[in-house]
């Protein structure tokens, strides 16, 4: 049973659309997060939600914004697709985020946007 | 803010050679340390990690980390490295109550050489 599932794998766009990420885990984890992995592998942090309430909105630009319906769920929307948000975006979960162990991954969504 | 470096960021090794590979964290209050790994086309996994107690960390895989607080330092070691090691690898640092919110390094690739 996978832990942290998301979809899609991959995602090919082109610029200007609206495209969505969905991410669930299994785990029954109270905290979820998304990351973006640049083509560096450089990882940054986005957003991170607790039982449905935001906790960590980074500096990132208002076309992209996460919705979580329940705690097992967190999901990523972007408006209007740039080229450089073209890059992977992990999804994330830990049991909570007052006691953190360590993350638990998704495998990943490639976004390419052309 | 907390800030992470990893100095290497190419290793070149043979089979059954000794790995270790640099972290370096900026911040002055008390942190939780992390060793993850991505294998080439996957997600990251963790390797290891420091709460508190002995500075010396065993994770999986035969990896184990050495945090040394007076250098900022928590370096990942390996005594003999295998063909399979072959991976991306990030150190990460969380501010303790900080949300689980983790900093990542840039990263250090290995290429293990047969």
């Known amino acids: 049973d996978t832990a942290v599932s998301q979809t899609p794998k991959y995602l090919v766009t082109q610029m200007g659309n609206d495209k969505s990420i969905k991410c669930e885990q299994n785990l029954g984890h109270d905290t979820m997060y998304w990351y973006k992995q640049d083509s560096k592998k450089f990882l940054k942090i986005m957003f991170s939600y607790n039982n449905k309430e935001l906790i960590i909105n980074e500096t990132v630009p208002n076309r992209f914004s996460p919705k979580s319906p329940d705690k097992a769920h967190l999901n990523l929307h972007i408006n209007s697709l740039e080229l450089g948000d073209s890059a992977v975006y992990f999804c994330a979960s830990t049991e909570s985020a007052e006691t953190y162990y360590g993350y638990t991954f998704g495998s990943g969504t490639r976004l390419t946007v052309v | 803010a907390q800030s992470v470096s990893q100095h290497n960021h190419h290793v070149i090794l043979s089979e059954a050679a000794s790995l270790e590979l640099g972290c370096n964290y900026s911040?002055?209050?008390?942190?939780?340390l992390f060793w993850y790994v991505q294998y080439p086309g996957q997600h990251l996994q963790l390797l290891l990690k420091?709460?508190?107690?002995?500075?010396l960390v065993k994770g999986i895989k035969g990896f184990e980390a050495e945090f040394i607080k007076s250098k900022f330092s928590f370096n990942l070691r390996k005594p003999s490295v295998q063909w399979s090691d072959t991976a991306e690898y990030f150190c990460?640092?969380?501010?303790?109550?900080?949300?689980?919110?983790?900093?990542f390094g840039d990263g250090t690739t290995l290429t293990v050489k047969p």
């Open positions: 911040y002055g209050g008390t942190v939780n």
């Open positions: 420091y709460f508190s107690g002995d500075p």
């Open positions: 990460a640092v969380n501010a303790r109550g900080n949300a689980g919110k983790s900093t």
